[in-house]
């Protein structure tokens, strides 16, 4: 993935963030917060059960299960 995001020598899985990183800032994303959405910390589960039942073919394809709780807890952690 970071070879294709642009980073020609990309071997170590390390490289996908700073490509991902890189990508984020030249979009101007890279500072975007949830609160600046009007979204608080306490929706966390809101937001988790709502992405888990609209786009569950995409939890489907992912290699970990993920719980509503485990979904949750990544929007806790990213909230700012």
Do not use: H, W
């Amino acid at each position: 993935m970071a070879k294709v995001m642009g980073i020609e020598n990309a071997n170590k899985p390390e490289d996908f963030i700073t490509a991902l990183v890189k990508l984020q800032e030249d979009c101007g994303v890279a500072d975007i917060k949830m609160s600046d959405y009007g979204f608080d910390k306490s929706e966390c589960m809101t937001l988790a059960k709502g992405a888990r039942s609209m786009q569950g073919g995409l939890f489907l394809a992912n290699p970990c299960e993920m719980t509503d709780e485990d979904c949750a807890l990544v929007f806790e952690k990213s909230y700012k």
